[in-house]
């Protein structure tokens, strides 16, 4: 393993005190401290620990980025925000079976919707073996019948998959953006493969990136409707065909599943934020690399610069 720069290190334990003190209350007197460093084959990680909030941190063109936050002692706490946002595909697909999420991370959200909708069989991918291993090691995450994880790409487990879903969640980010080949009409295409009737795509979005604008029209180029969700900096991109839910539908259906299964963030509150996304003139995202090529293309884009 590479060491880390001191500085680096120090700019990491930074971002964690700054991301608890944002989302969580903790003791005045607790002490940011790095727990484990490792340089796997994508990332340069960081677990950083302060009083009971455990956080994943990424180094990426020296510059670091908080990916996970998450409660030790209350496993069904959501520090980010947006994570929370995340599981209002639920209310689009209220009879959903099974799940995917593209992009693990510390595997929180997976892990809430596991403890909160327990029949719903959910497959989490997760490019990055190493983190992988560190969820399960310092987030709480439990395999179990009803969640699995598969170390993969994303794009290359919907490729060989013959799985359907009735929700896709996609939170896969490097640094600041999202790969682009996550990105592209082709890749939503594939993604469209794998929903069944009536399925949902949820993806998070930062808005700030230069290829947000591109994002929303890419989407929309192949999905009949797309919403957004604001959520504190981030932006949750909701996707589907078929008629648009109205406002009605959506407060009825998310109170039902409030009313049956309880969740920590009501999802009857969560969809009254439903907005539409702002015109734009946005490009759309096309792959840059030849179909016979793809999965070689994907592993050449995945590999960490030096």
């Given at each position: 393993?590479?060491?880390?720069?001191?500085?680096?290190?120090?700019?990491?334990?930074?971002?964690?005190?700054?991301?608890?003190?944002?989302m969580?209350?903790?003791?005045?007197?607790a002490?940011?401290?790095?727990?484990?460093?490792?340089?796997?084959?994508?990332?340069?990680?960081?677990?950083?620990?302060?009083?009971?909030?455990?956080?994943?941190?990424?180094?990426?063109?020296?510059?670091?980025?908080?990916?996970?936050?998450?409660n030790?002692?209350?496993?069904?706490?959501?520090?980010?925000?947006?994570?929370?946002?995340?599981t209002v595909?639920?209310?689009?697909?209220?009879?959903?079976?099974?799940?995917?999420?593209?992009g693990?991370?510390?595997?929180?959200?997976?892990?809430?919707?596991?403890?909160?909708?327990?029949?719903?069989?959910?497959?989490a991918v997760e490019?990055?073996?190493?983190?992988?291993?560190?969820?399960?090691?310092?987030?709480?995450l439990?395999?179990?019948?009803?969640?699995?994880?598969?170390?993969?790409?994303?794009?290359?487990?919907?490729?060989?998959?013959?799985?359907?879903?009735?929700?896709?969640?996609?939170?896969?980010?490097?640094?600041?953006?999202?790969?682009?080949?996550?990105?592209?009409?082709?890749?939503?295409?594939?993604?469209?493969?794998?929903?069944?009737?009536?399925?949902?795509?949820?993806?998070?979005?930062?808005?700030?990136t230069?290829?947000?604008?591109?994002?929303?029209?890419?989407?929309?180029?192949?999905?009949?409707?797309?919403?957004?969700?604001?959520?504190?900096?981030?932006?949750?991109?909701?996707?589907?065909?078929?008629p648009?839910?109205?406002?009605?539908?959506?407060r009825?259906?998310?109170?039902?599943?409030?009313?049956?299964?309880?969740?920590?963030?009501?999802?009857?509150?969560?969809?009254?934020?439903?907005?539409?996304?702002?015109?734009?003139?946005?490009?759309?995202?096309?792959?840059?690399?030849?179909?016979?090529?793809?999965?070689?293309?994907?592993?050449?884009?995945?590999?960490?610069?030096?």
């Amino acid at each position: 393993m590479r060491k880390g720069l001191p500085g680096f290190r120090m700019l990491a334990a930074a971002a964690m005190a700054a991301a608890v003190v944002a989302m969580a209350p903790v003791s005045a007197r607790a002490e940011t401290r790095l727990v484990e460093e490792k340089e796997s084959q994508y990332n340069h990680i960081f677990i950083y620990k302060r009083d009971h909030y455990v956080s994943l941190i990424f180094g990426h063109n020296r510059r670091l980025y908080t990916e996970s936050l998450a409660n030790t002692k209350d496993p069904l706490e959501l520090p980010v925000e947006y994570t929370r946002y995340m599981t209002v595909a639920m209310a689009y697909a209220p009879a959903a079976r099974r799940l995917l999420e593209i992009g693990l991370g510390g595997g929180t959200t997976v892990s809430y919707l596991n403890r909160t909708f327990p029949a719903l069989r959910i497959d989490a991918v997760e490019l990055d073996p190493v983190v992988a291993t560190f969820a399960r090691k310092y987030f709480y995450l439990k395999e179990n019948a009803n969640l699995k994880v598969t170390v993969r790409d994303g794009r290359v487990f919907l490729v060989r998959s013959q799985e359907t879903y009735d929700v896709i969640m996609i939170d896969a980010y490097r640094g600041p953006f999202v790969p682009f080949h996550l990105l592209t009409r082709e890749f939503y295409q594939l993604v469209k493969k794998h929903l069944a009737k009536g399925g949902v795509v949820a993806q998070n979005i930062e808005p700030s990136t230069m290829l947000y604008e591109a994002a929303v029209a890419t989407i929309a180029a192949e999905f009949d409707n797309v919403e957004i969700y604001p959520a504190s900096g981030n932006f949750v991109l909701i996707a589907y065909n078929g008629p648009r839910r109205t406002d009605e539908d959506l407060r009825a259906v998310a109170g039902q599943l409030d009313a049956e299964y309880k969740p920590r963030y009501p999802l009857s509150k969560i969809v009254t934020e439903r907005r539409k996304p702002a015109k734009t003139d946005g490009q759309k995202l096309t792959d840059d690399f030849a179909p016979v090529q793809m999965l070689k293309s994907i592993e050449r884009h995945n590999k960490k610069r030096p």
